[in-house]
């Protein structure tokens, strides 16, 4: 979530279904449009298109399997790299987008037109989410790479060797989603909710104690964005030498 490589392309994924994915994809885009960015999002779940029904003026629903579909995905973002995008991709098309990049060398050519590729995953409870986190990690070690916990997904960790695992994925950031009671995640989960429009003040579908959940809630994540920037920031003024 830095601007050091002039513009990101934001992959977010799992291994698995409904385990809050299409969710820290809303909390992404939401937090880069209130951070002053201009997030463009590929909804690649044709033809269900959830996340698009949140965004449908600054998104494009394709087909993750189909040629037609990747052609339109890589080609945008390569003839088009000055600015954010966000692939939010279905857990049925894990494989297919990363063989794809491979098959494109697309993570050189995004790199030649200054593209930084964040790999954002999210960890299911099953000891097999884990190993695939650990894998695509090593896959794409020179990238950056999230790994989101949501509490809701429990815990993976409960073998010994789900937990040797872990240690091997050595993310740049991990973060954690908080428990978000059912009354308030359901509102949220409504098209057209904003997170952007519920924080100033503009949605008043919820009851008062449900708001102020919801409030914390984004508060905790949307803080651990921010410290990621903050440390990001830091770094490359440590870099420059000005301090």
């Known amino acids: 979530m830095s601007e050091q490589a002039g513009s990101r392309v934001i992959v977010v994924c799992s291994d698995e279904a409904r385990n809050g994915k299409t ?4 909390l992404l885009i939401d937090h880069m449009l209130m951070t002053g960015h201009d997030p463009y999002v590929f909804d690649c779940d044709e033809p269900r298109g959830r996340i698009r ?4 003026d600054d998104s494009t629903l394709i087909d993750i399997e189909k040629t037609s ?14 600015r954010d995008y966000l692939i939010d991709l279905p857990s049925h098309g894990l494989d297919t987008f ?19 590729l964040v790999i954002a995953y999210v960890l299911d409870q099953t000891p097999e989410s884990v190993m695939i986190a650990r894998d695509l990690r090593g896959a794409y070690s020179a990238e950056t790479f999230y790994l989101f916990r949501n509490a809701w997904n429990g815990n993976p960790l409960v073998s010994r060797q789900a937990r040797e695992v872990y240690e091997e994925i050595e993310p740049d950031t991990v973060f954690n989603l908080p428990l978000l009671d059912r009354e308030a995640m359901t509102a949220a989960e409504e098209p057209p909710f904003s997170f952007v429009d519920f924080l100033n003040g503009n949605s008043s579908r919820l009851p008062p104690a449900a708001r102020l959940r919801l409030r914390s809630f ?10 990621r920037e903050l440390s990001l920031d830091l770094g490359s003024l440590k870099k420059m030498g000005l301090i």
């Open 23 to 26: 969710l820290v994809s809303r």
């Open 218 to 227: 984004l508060s905790e994540v949307f803080g651990q964005f921010q410290r």
């Open 53 to 56: 029904r949140f965004y449908p």
């Open 98 to 116: 990363f063989t794809v990049v491979e098959d494109l060398d697309f993570i050189n050519a995004a790199h030649e037109v200054r593209v930084e």
């Open 69 to 82: 579909g990747q052609i339109r995905l890589f080609d945008t973002i390569l003839a088009q790299p000055g």
